[in-house]
């Protein structure tokens, strides 16, 4: 489950309303868990890239332009809206100083 403190990272620059604000108290509902648990991994992606950039505090340009690519791209991929390669995974990653952690588990695996 993602940490209140990582909804704070996600502002809305025009309401200065955060997604924290937006869903406060929503992580204890069990609705709000099970559809998070449904989320496609590109927003579960997209929320782990947006923490780690704003913990490194950069902006997406300039994580854009570490990472060879453009600030739309960023910000589509923060959206979660954006397929995203293995390739740009592991450039972003490398910039973020993160470890990129690619798996396929079994169901029955523990």
């Known amino acids: 489950m993602v940490s ?3 909804w704070d990272v996600m502002k809305n620059k025009k309401t200065g309303i955060s997604l924290g604000e937006v869903f406060a108290g929503a992580e204890g509902d069990p609705r709000w868990k099970e559809a998070y648990a449904k989320a496609d991994i590109e927003v579960c992606l997209a929320l782990q890239i947006a923490r ?10 300039q994580l854009a332009r570490a990472a060879g690519t453009t600030q739309s791209v960023i910000s589509r991929i923060e959206a979660g809206n954006q397929n995203l390669t293995v390739r740009t995974l592991a450039k972003i990653a490398a910039v973020l100083h993160a470890t990129l952690v690619i798996a396929l588990r079994s169901p029955h695996a523990r």
Request: glycine residues 8%; charged residues 30%.
């Open 4 to 6: 209140a403190e990582f």
């Open 52 to 61: 780690a950039r704003a913990k490194a505090k950069m902006t997406q340009g």
